[in-house]
């Protein structure tokens, strides 16, 4: 029965594959074509004989709760997959995909289909380039395959692939997946009498024949996704950029372009047809190519591709060609074709514009019959109905409720990254006074192709833009992002979400211990919470619950920070604000004010606690109506390496109470200062200078009178002008003099001491 089985190896994404498959299905009209691909999608194989544009793909997800995994299984004019389905067809010959669906356990990791395999050819090929003086596994290719006489192809790719898998470790993914595919195989030779063709990764080839042989002969069935996971597929509009290996596609043949005019025209036409889109592109980018160049280019070219062996011009040829012609600079990266991978830094602006021309502009279309998820018509609705289906700049009112909708549309767009949907300018937090917002819409091929995919995530704008949302704080669980993706909630108007998102965001911050991140997270829940009518967050029950959690850990991280003395931190002086501003507007919501009282003058008496935290402490109890002994509460912190810090702890909670005394803490710090020698002074200078530059410019004056008052009389204003040299640059120098001087009086080298 295998005598009817012909198995055909291939490099995804060649032209000489793709030929050859044409060839052999003329020749041999096999009863079935077998293809390596998605085997759930073949009660879909219709879609793929609608008359589109390639390169598309197939797009396949599996969605849970808190993530999606996305695959692609690209298909190009060369792909002999495509080859293989299109005449298959034409034949009238059963056409299946027999590989797992892209879901399955096999393929975690892998985002396109046909990358499965190559990575993993390195150390055969990395010999055979050395036999054969190729620089990598592309130019070795283009040697063996693209460029050599078709005669005797089939055998070579025999031999190639046979040497490759021989040398490569096949893993457990490799032996799943292939058993899948020889079941299909087998199902196929028992129910047809003629022949048999597969056609799959020249990795493969070499155990598909080898297990053809033996099992089952029943047809397999598709896996089922796990419980809970929403699978499903589409066909998507895909791009040469995303084909090309110079753009990280693994399993890609670099330079599209190049393969589309090899594929469409052949190798002579395709070298000089693309030497002068080269050219046309560098000179289009004001580099310069004379006629000379080109002729010295064309002359290279001939000459390296007939050192080479090679009957016609290939890739490298004509970039090695050009290369050589036009840049007499030295190069501080290599040429990106002589390895695999993405372009690097210090790449040459003439090399990176060469293999942007390779690349192409070509982007896929799909028929208009195609199906597509339910997305892709909300969104497509919501647009042309708002008017943001146009190009050009925008700008809304958020006081306008027809310009509040257009945001939370374009702001779901914008966190499904689609593309050509940009914010300018904006509102950055809850408590903005701003309520104009700038946008620049750019229409484009890519936004289908993004709408499709995200598809996954949900059937409308707003429920896919909840999910992104949800699977962010997932996938990092962090607080830091906290605060962005309330706001950006809030942006979409979906402050009312759902009680899982509501629930991971109070996990969240019972989780963590960083002060400052649940301080930022608070300052925006309440913002939001207490007046944002713009949003929609106003009493928002998500938005009080995380100011609740957010204000009891707080109060709980803060009375237990014990630190040495240092210079004063503003992210957890903010996290006090904002405790001190939810007790203040949102009670019910915030601890009591005397239980927060309470813990602020443990705080403040605590000797383990860092001088700001002291200081904000004692600024808090008094901010919320707790007497406080501030003036003798500073003459305890009268260390210079404590005292500016502990006032800037104090000035941050309660500024406003220190400005409405008559004296208090500004007589005290005054005679405080007084009393520092020019040492302790030039040491305490940075801290105070801190502490005091809190204070807006008006209040700083107000302050200035007092202490000019104190002093018996002057003028203030000479105390808040502004200097020409920084002061902490000026306190610096004071104090390398005094450490000059030093020196100078230890060595018996002052020489401004008067002798007789």
């Not at 007939?306 to 090695?320: I, M, Q, S």
């Not at 962010?472 to 009312?496: P, T, W, Y």
Request: with cysteine.
């Amino acid at each position: 029965m295998t005598d009817r089985l012909h198995v055909q190896g291939v490099r995804h994404h060649s032209p000489a594959c793709a030929r050859l498959v044409a060839e052999r299905i003329e020749a041999l009209r096999p009863a079935a074509v077998l293809i390596e691909g998605p085997a759930d999608f073949n009660d879909r194989l219709g879609e793929l004989a609608l008359e589109h544009e390639l390169p598309v793909a197939i797009y396949s997800y599996a969605s849970t709760d808190t993530s999606v995994r996305r695959s692609w299984t690209p298909l190009c004019d060369y792909s002999p997959e495509w080859t293989a389905l299109t005449e298959g067809r034409r034949i009238g010959a059963d056409v299946k995909f027999i590989d797992l669906p892209a879901w399955h356990d096999a393929f975690d990791g892998v985002e396109n289909r046909y990358s499965d395999a190559e990575r993993r050819y390195t150390e055969a090929t990395d010999r055979l380039c050395a036999a054969f003086s190729a620089d990598n596994q592309d130019a070795l290719w283009d040697h063996l395959v693209e460029n050599a006489e078709p005669e005797g192809l089939a055998e070579r790719l025999d031999h190639y692939f046979d040497l490759v898998r021989g040398e490569a470790d096949a893993n457990g993914t490799d032996t799943v997946r292939e058993a899948h595919m020889a079941q299909w195989i087998r199902a196929a030779l028992a129910d047809t009498d003629g022949p048999v063709l597969v056609v799959c990764g020249g990795f493969h080839a070499p155990a598909l024949r080898r297990l053809a042989a033996e099992g089952e002969t029943a047809a397999p069935d598709v896996p089922r996704p796990p419980e809970g996971t929403e699978v499903g597929g589409f066909l998507v509009p895909y791009s040469f950029r995303r084909l090309d290996a110079f753009a990280g596609y693994q399993s890609g043949m670099p330079s599209p372009e190049f393969y589309q005019r090899l594929w469409e025209d052949g190798p002579v036409v395709a070298a000089g047809a693309l030497m002068e889109r080269i050219t046309t592109r560098l000179r289009g980018k004001g580099l310069h190519v004379s006629t000379s160049d080109l002729i010295g280019a064309r002359a290279l070219t001939d000459g390296l591709a007939r050192l080479r062996g090679h009957r016609v011009p290939g890739r490298t040829d004509l970039l090695d060609g050009l290369a050589s012609a036009l840049i007499s600079d030295d190069l501080e990266a290599p040429l990106p074709w002589t390895r695999r991978g993405t372009l690097t830094a210090g790449t040459h602006p003439v090399v990176v514009e060469m293999t942007a021309a390779l690349t192409g502009e070509r982007v896929g279309r799909l028929h208009p019959d195609t199906p597509a998820p339910p997305l892709v018509a909300d969104a497509q609705a919501e647009m042309e109905r708002l008017g943001l289906d146009k190009d050009g700049s925008l700008r809304l009112d958020l006081a306008r409720p027809a310009d509040l909708e257009r945001s939370r549309v374009l702001h779901c767009l914008r966190l499904l990254s689609v593309p050509g949907v940009r914010r300018d300018d904006g509102p950055a937090a809850g408590a903005d006074v701003t309520a104009e917002e700038h946008w620049t819409l750019r229409p484009g091929e890519e936004r289908l192709p993004a709408l499709i995919e995200a598809g996954a995530l949900g059937a409308t704008l707003g429920d896919a833009a909840q999910t992104v949302l949800e699977h962010r704080l997932d996938r990092d669980g962090a607080l830091e992002a906290l605060a962005s993706i309330l706001f950006d909630a809030a942006l979409c108007g979906r402050a009312h979400l759902t009680d899982r998102l509501g629930a991971a965001v109070e996990a969240a911050v019972a989780d963590s211990s960083d002060v400052a991140a649940v301080g930022q997270a608070l300052a925006v829940a309440l913002a939001l919470w207490r007046h944002d009518h713009l949003f929609g967050t106003a009493g928002s029950d998500l938005y009080g619950s995380v100011v609740s959690s957010c204000c009891d850990r707080i109060l709980w991280l803060v009375e237990g920070l014990h630190a040495p003395p240092g210079p004063a931190e503003p992210g957890r002086l903010r996290a006090l604000v904002a405790l001190r501003d939810a007790v203040r507007h949102a009670p019910g919501l915030a601890p009591a004010a005397g239980t927060v009282t309470g813990a602020a003058d443990r705080i403040a008496l605590d000797p383990q606690a860092p001088p700001d935290l002291r200081g904000a402490a004692l600024g808090l109890a008094w901010a919320l109506g707790a007497p406080a002994e501030a003036a003798a509460a500073a003459e305890a912190e009268a260390a210079p390496d404590r005292l500016g810090d502990w006032l800037a702890g104090l000035f941050s909670l309660a500024r406003e109470e220190v400005v409405a005394e008559d004296e208090g803490v500004i007589a005290a710090v005054d005679e405080l200062v007084g009393d520092l020698n020019e040492a302790e002074f030039l040491e305490a200078l940075p801290a105070l200078r801190g502490a005091f530059a809190m204070f807006p410019p008006r209040e700083r004056g107000l302050i200035a009178e007092r202490v000019v008052s104190l002093q018996g009389g002057g003028d203030a204003a000479s105390l808040t002008a502004r200097l020409e040299v920084d002061p902490v640059t000026v306190a610096g120098s004071l104090a390398l003099e005094a450490r000059v001087e030093a020196v100078l009086a230890r060595e018996n080298l002052d020489f401004r001491t008067e002798t007789s």
